[in-house]
Structures are given as structure tokens and as C-alpha cells.
């Protein structure tokens, strides 16, 4: 509407010219940018002829015009456009600024009616389309949201809700494993879990090749078995290496355990390089992962290469040093492994004799023992198998047999069962002292030890003791291995003593002759052994 001045001239309200802005150089960014945050995309209005070549020629800069012509030009357009405008703005209509939207797209669920899947694949889209994250830590680049869509199809049904679930989160992905990468043409989500305790209908971690945990590490193989998990050789895609994922059971009795092994292990391999480095810990669906360095094979795949050859002794007295530096810090920390034997000490890499030692599964404190069947039997301390108390003495026991063993090729104690593995033991070394079994009344003791007190002769009996002591070689002249050599027999004989207190200690056993020989140079090669870890069969474990 015209307003009219105190000077009789007409004032003309201001014409809206409105320009659609872009934020970007196409107009289908432009749809999907207004479609995105509900942007009102407005129309343009059309303008005059003669307005346009009036604004046009009132903002030139040509120098050719001058001030009087651009005054002249100026009054003759008015002049027509007067008639014109009082002519027109009386029967125009208002103009109502209608809002445009952009179209549905190809890939809006409520076009093509797609189920939840598509809905949640959309939402991805529009929550992240202009804002991808990543994450650069040391090695790896995380998965972006862009990548996640192109991947959408080729993802498992369970991994989908996942994956939406760690983006909503802001948590990265590293790793998605896609039905080519598990083998399968199909989606696989019905397949069976190789784990046994599981919660609810809480799904289980699956191991197979391909296999994800936490979006992060990408399953090869695996390594070892047993009654609390499983342990597999998987490759971090954040730190770009390959590491030993250990993964235990849903069950709370391991998961109990689990936490003492974790607290075992952050004393243990802070301060000592012979016991294996734990890299990080996390729960994924309910169920303790420990991530480890990866090692090379155990002593025992590798004797089993070399078709249990004896070692020489130069390399048996590198192993033993090794492991009593890392019985020495166990003892300094207060933790009792209960678990030595030759599948826990693994060669550090390949072509070398430096080892460490793992699987603290079993691992105890001192003065917090809690289980009372512990050890492997070949390896299990005589206090353990009679019921008496037990400390960081039953690791030195199970070290001197593992030693024996390297230096032999052969189990020293190798019985049926606890009976017959004392009977062992006492062919061996010589019978128990009286004292030690009639200290033997833990009612939780699996062996009958009246055999043994009978049939030991009577304190006040002389004449029966000197017989006994010429029926037998002498102490000093037994040898506990078929082994020219003193030193090392002398060493496994202070070890394998029936009582704890008399033991070795393993600060005593690192002064020991054996062990302060002069250093021989070891060879750099190796014979070849396998790659993969087994689980040593052992028939009639009790």
C-alpha cells in the first residue's frame, strides 16, 4: 500500500525480492539439506521488467553515464511505472509465502514401506550424513558412519542393532564383520555358539574366523581350550597388530575368578618381563576378555617337534634362570601361580629360548588360598595332594618338574592318579618324613596315608633303621635324573623336598650353582615348530 508524505509524494513501500542461498553447489544437496533440518525453503517473487533494468541501471558503475542522464533516465521510469503500479496494486493479491519441501527420496523408508531395518538405516543416514566422526589412536582410523551405510547390506541383522547402538553411543567401530568376511552367502544369525554359559537369551561371542568382539578385534584362530574359555589369536584393528584374546566363561564362578586373575596379573607383569604382558581387560556380552601380547608356541609344542628330545643343558639353564626371575617377583608381589607346567611357558618369539609365563587362571595371594584342588597332577606339589597348607613352595616344586622334564624329554611323575603319583615321587626322591604325613589330617586330603606310616619302622628302632639305611644308596650318592651331571641333580633335589619349609626358595635358587654357571652363548635358530598352541591330551586327569 502507497503512503503518501507531507510534500505530496508518494513513498513506496519496499519490494521483497528474496534469492534462494545454497550451501552447497547442486540443488540436491539443497533438497536433502532443508529435508534433513526442517528448513523452509521460500519462493521467489517475480519482478517487473522495468524494475529490473531500473535497479540494473541505478547500480551500474559505468563511467559512460553521467549524473544528468542517470537523473533523466530515472524520472522517465517512474513516470511509467506510476500508471502501471496504481493500476496494479489495487487488484493484486497478496502474496502468501508457501513453504516448498523437498520429495521423498529413493531411500526414505516411507516411500518404499521398509521394515525396522530400513528405518534404522535411514536414521543413521540422517543423524550422520553431515557430521561423519573419526577417531585417529596411534595405529587405526575408526569406521566411519559413511562407510557403515555402504557396508549396510553385507551386515548381519544382530550386528546392525549393534553398530547403531555404538554410533547412538559415540563409541568407535574398528572392525564389522561382513557376511563375505564370515564365508556365507546368507545372513547367519541362527548359527550355534560354541560357548556353553550364557545368561538369558543373551547372545554368546562366537568363535569362528571373522568373528568380531567389541567392533574391534577380528577373530583368526584359536590357540587353546578348556573349562573356563577360550583363548584366540585375533588381530586389533585399532593398534593395527595381532594379540591373544582370552575369553571366560558367562558363569559367575569363573567370572569370580576372572577378577582375581586380572588383579594377579596388574602385580605380576608390572615389574617383571618373564610373565606375560596384560595389554588391556572389558566385559562384552557379559562374558571377561583379557587382552594379552602374542607369544610363540609352549615348551611342550615344542618338544612335541622334536619328538621330546632332551634339551642341552646350556639352553636348560637359560629356561630354569628365566623362570626363577619370575618366580622371584611372584613372591616379592605376593602371588602364587598354582598353574606351572610346560603349555604356561611359551617362547617369547620364534627362533630364541627366552620365555614367559601365562595362564594365571588359578593364581592366588599369599595367605588367600581358596581352592584346594589346584596343579596339574604331573606337576602338583605333595602338600597339595595331602591337604596341607600351601604357598609359593608348590611353584617350585612344579618348576623343578618342568626343568627335569626339558632336560630329559620325559615326565619325572607321571601317575594314574594321587596314590600312585605319591608312590612316584617316593621311588624317586625317598619316602616322605613321618612328621609330614601325620600333619596330613585335612579331612579334605584325597590320598589314605596310613600305607606309609606303617610302613615306615619306629622311631626308637635302631637296629631296623640301620638295615633300612644299608638297603638303600645313600642320600648324597641319589641321582634324581639319569644325568652325568651333579650340579643339576643337586639343584632338582633341593627343589623336590617333601617339606615346603626345606624347599628352595627361589632367591636360594637363583645363587644355586646350576643357575650362576658362566652364560654359554645360545644359537639364534631354532628347529622349526607349529605355529598353532594344542591342548595337551592328559588321559585320566583326577
Keep these: 500500500m502507497n503512503v503518501r508524505t507531507s510534500n505530496g509524494r508518494v513513498k513506496e513501500p519496499p519490494h521483497l525480492l528474496l534469492t534462494p542461498r545454497y550451501c552447497a553447489s547442486s540443488p540436491r544437496t539443497l533438497e536433502s539439506y532443508c529435508a534433513t533440518?526442517?528448513?523452509?525453503?521460500?519462493?521467489?517473487?517475480?519482478?517487473?521488467?522495468?524494475?529490473?533494468?531500473?535497479?540494473r541501471f541505478l547500480t551500474s558503475d559505468s563511467p559512460s553515464v553521467n549524473a544528468v542522464g542517470k537523473r533523466r533516465y530515472r524520472l522517465s521510469i517512474d513516470d511509467q511505472l506510476s500508471g502501471t503500479r496504481k493500476a496494479t496494486c489495487d487488484t493484486a493479491p497478496t502474496p502468501k509465502f508457501m513453504p516448498t519441501f523437498a520429495p521423498l527420496s529413493a531411500e526414505s523408508p516411507q516411500r518404499h514401506g521398509a521394515g525396522a531395518n530400513g528405518v534404522l538405516a535411514c536414521r543413521l543416514r540422517a543423524r550422520h550424513k553431515d557430521s561423519i566422526r573419526t577417531s585417529q589412536v596411534r595405529g587405526g582410523v575408526a569406521i566411519t558412519t559413511r562407510k557403515v551405510i555402504k557396508l549396510w547390506k553385507q551386515i548381519r541383522e544382530s550386528d546392525r542393532r549393534e553398530v547403531a547402538r555404538y554410533l547412538d553411543l559415540h563409541q568407535p567401530v574398528w572392525y564389522i564383520p561382513t557376511l563375505?568376511?564370515?564365508?556365507?552367502?546368507?545372513?547367519?544369525?541362527?548359527?550355534?555358539?560354541?560357548?556353553?554359559a550364557c545368561r538369558g537369551d543373551d547372545e554368546c561371542i562366537s568363535f569362528k574366523p571373522g568373528e568380531h568382539v567389541v567392533f574391534r578385534f577380528e577373530m583368526c584362530d584359536i590357540l587353546g581350550a578348556g573349562s573356563f574359555g577360550q583363548v584366540c589369536r585375533c588381530f586389533d584393528h585399532k593398534n593395527k597388530r595381532e594379540v591373544a584374546l582370552k575369553v571366560i566363561n558367562a558363569d559367575e564362578s569363573f567370572a569370580q575368578q576372572?577378577?582375581?586373575?586380572i588383579m594377579a596379573l596388574q602385580r605380576a607383569s608390572r615389574g617383571s618381563g618373564r610373565v606375560v604382558k596384560m595389554l588391556e581387560h572389558f566385559t562384552f556380552r557379559h562374558q571377561t576378555c583379557i587382552v594379552f601380547e602374542?607369544?610363540?608356541?609352549?615348551?611342550?609344542?615344542?618338544?612335541?617337534?622334536?619328538?621330546?628330545?632332551?634339551?642341552?643343558?646350556?639352553?636348560?639353564?637359560?629356561?630354569?634362570?628365566?623362570?626363577?626371575?619370575?618366580?622371584?617377583?611372584?613372591?616379592?608381589?605376593?602371588?602364587?601361580?598354582?598353574d606351572i607346567k610346560p603349555e604356561n611357558i611359551l617362547l617369547e618369539r620364534a627362533g630364541c629360548f627366552d620365555v614367559k609365563l601365562i595362564d594365571f587362571g588359578s593364581a592366588c595371594f599369599r595367605g588367600n588360598t581358596v581352592y584346594s584342588y589346584i596343579q596339574s597332577r604331573f606337576y602338583r606339589a605333595p602338600e597339595v595332594m595331602l591337604g596341607l597348607p600351601y604357598s609359593h613352595p608348590i611353584d617350585m616344586w612344579s618348576l623343578a618338574c618342568v626343568v627335569g622334564e626339558l632336560a630329559t624329554g620325559y615326565t619325572l611323575f607321571a601317575g594314574e592318579d594321587e596314590a600312585q603319583q605319591l608312590s612316584t615321587i617316593s621311588t624317586l626322591i625317598g619316602p616322605p618324613p613321618k612328621r609330614v604325613l601325620e600333619s596330613a589330617t585335612n579331612p579334605c586330603r584325597r590320598v589314605d596315608c596310613s600305607i606309609f606310616i606303617t610302613s615306615l619302622p619306629p622311631v626308637g628302632d635302631s637296629t631296623t633303621m640301620s638295615a633300612v639305611r644299608r638297603s638303600r644308596p645313600c642320600r648324597r650318592d641319589r641321582r634324581v635324573v639319569d644325568i652325568d651331571d651333579d650340579i643339576f641333580n643337586s639343584f632338582l633335589k633341593r627343589a623336590l623336598c617333601w617339606t615346603p619349609s626345606r624347599r628352595l626358595a627361589p632367591e636360594a635358587a637363583a645363587r644355586h650353582r646350576f643357575l650362576s654357571a658362566p652364560a654359554v652363548p645360545l644359537p639364534s635358530q631354532l628347529p622349526s615348530a607349529p605355529s598353532k598352541a594344542r591342548v595337551r591330551p592328559i588321559a585320566g586327569e583326577s
Design 180 to 196: 563375505d568376511k564370515l564365508g556365507a552367502g546368507v545372513d547367519t544369525t541362527g548359527y550355534n555358539y560354541t560357548q556353553r
Design 37 to 55: 533440518r526442517n528448513i523452509l525453503q521460500l519462493a521467489e517473487l517475480p519482478t517487473s521488467c522495468a524494475e529490473t533494468s531500473r535497479t
Design 258 to 261: 576372572a577378577k582375581v586373575e
Design 294 to 338: 602374542l607369544l610363540d608356541v609352549n615348551l611342550y609344542e615344542f618338544l612335541s617337534a622334536r619328538n621330546f628330545r632332551c634339551l642341552e643343558m646350556r639352553h636348560v639353564r637359560h629356561v630354569a634362570s628365566q623362570l626363577i626371575e619370575a618366580l622371584v617377583y611372584l613372591k616379592e608381589v605376593g602371588v602364587v601361580h598354582c
